[in-house]
């Protein structure tokens, strides 16, 4: 085996600056997008559940109402 072999590489493998910029911008674009739109169907379910719990009368501790619970039930009278 000749380790004295040279490789080239090519200057068309590089990308310009420029390129490598726009890259990282929307690849932190996709991040914050992705991120905004998980939170928001974390948020979306975690309404659900709450109002079928109040629909169906449903309480894990009977008689016992989390700080949750009263403040969706405030902010929903106050909408509603």
């Known amino acids: 085996m000749n380790s ?8 068309k493998v590089k990308a310009p600056a420029k ?6 911008f929307w690849e932190t674009v996709n ?4 991120t905004t739109g998980a939170i928001t169907w974390f948020c979306i379910f975690l309404l ?6 109040r629909y169906f ?10 700080a949750v619970d009263d403040v969706y ?6 909408i509603f």
């Open 31 to 34: 991040i914050v997008v992705k």
């Open 48 to 53: 659900t559940i709450l109002e079928i719990k």
């Open 57 to 66: 009368n449903i309480d894990f501790i009977p008689g016992y109402n989390s």
């Open 4 to 11: 004295s072999v040279s490789h080239k590489v090519s200057s």
């Open 19 to 24: 390129e490598e910029k726009k890259l990282i």
């Open 73 to 78: 039930n405030a902010v929903r009278n106050i």
